[in-house]
């Protein structure tokens, strides 16, 4: 059985669920214990309402809209895709107006060692939700979008080696940020080619936090609205669905779920930097909220209720 508390597996033997009353508890979410059926509608209500309030679906009338959704293949990303195909489906099944389409997007930034189990898990997503549209991208097609990294001199950009730019950069902080933002621009860049509508970021309320405290360390806390909140960034409209929802909620529901998301989940070693030297932020702030996430998830939920309250300079 998941387990969302710590005390989940103690507590739950002979509780009921707190919203069916009927059914035996299964987890303890927030304090508050529910059966495996309500815990699943827990996780879609909270990102399907985050949908309507951003008005993501056309009207009956209206176009459908074209959404681009990122997946990483980590765990959040894959859930989000779960629930939007189960709704998508869900709509198509009752004869109704699906609203949007999807357009799957995987950035591959792997490492050479990586790429063949990226690629399998892949293909295994295709498969299981082969109503969408799928596209890969790399570092590699920078050049395609305008698109620099270091010194790079656009008129010799198909030459150019991003991978030799950034291995040649000193600092591992660096390097790892330059990747992240690479990686947004090249999001952006390909949502404006497809002239989408909408992105949708699978980014978890943990995530969420672990970016507000990475971007405000390297002094650029001025951006966090543009970085983390729903709405417009730089022309684009971009959503983040399961930012009400923790990281570890959405790993239970992985497994929840019939068929399990798990074997979708690519989930990269995270092992500890042999020197100071390869020590990032970034790295910094994940090992942080991993911690806290499971012992007072409420302060992850602060950080990112406190900065949605920051509005973007004019």
Not at 86 to 114: C, F, I, K, M
Not at 185 to 202: M, N, Y
Not at 205 to 218: D, G
């Amino acid at each position: 059985m998941p387990a969302i508390d710590d005390n989940s597996d103690a507590q739950s033997a002979t509780a009921t669920c707190a919203r069916c009353q009927t059914q035996e508890t299964a987890l303890i979410v927030r304090s508050e214990h529910l059966c495996r059926g309500c815990f699943m509608k827990y996780v879609r209500t909270k990102i399907l309402k985050r949908l309507e309030l951003n008005k993501i679906r056309g009207g009956f009338h209206e176009r459908s809209k074209s959404i681009l959704l990122p997946v990483s293949l980590g765990v959040s990303s894959i859930a989000l895709l779960h629930v939007l195909d189960q709704q998508l489906q869900n709509r198509v099944d009752q004869g109704r107006h699906a609203g949007y389409t999807l357009h799957v997007l995987h950035l591959d930034d792997a490492d050479p060692e990586s790429s063949e189990a990226i690629g399998d898990r892949w293909k295994q997503l295709e498969q299981r939700y082969p109503s969408h549209v799928y596209s890969e991208l790399s570092l590699q097609d920078c050049h395609k979008y305008g698109i620099k990294i270091g010194p790079s001199p656009l008129e010799n950009a198909e030459q150019f080696d991003p991978m030799q730019a950034l291995s040649a950069m000193s600092s591992a902080t660096s390097r790892a940020d330059l990747v992240e933002q690479t990686r947004r621009r090249l999001i952006l860049a390909f949502a404006q080619k497809l002239e989408c509508d909408s992105i949708l970021f699978g980014d978890s309320t943990t995530r969420l936090a672990e970016r507000i405290l990475s971007e405000t360390a390297k002094g650029r806390g001025g951006e966090l609205p543009l970085l983390t909140s729903d709405g417009l960034s730089r022309d684009h409209n971009c959503i983040f669905p399961s930012r009400d929802l923790l990281r570890k909620e959405l790993s239970a529901y992985a497994e929840i779920v019939e068929p399990p998301l798990t074997p979708l989940i690519m989930n990269l070693p995270k092992a500890a930097p042999a020197s100071s030297k390869d020590i990032t932020i970034d790295g910094l702030m994940s090992r942080y909220f991993e911690t806290v996430e499971q012992n007072y998830p409420s302060i992850v939920a602060n950080v990112v209720r406190t900065s949605g309250r920051l509005r973007a300079p004019s």
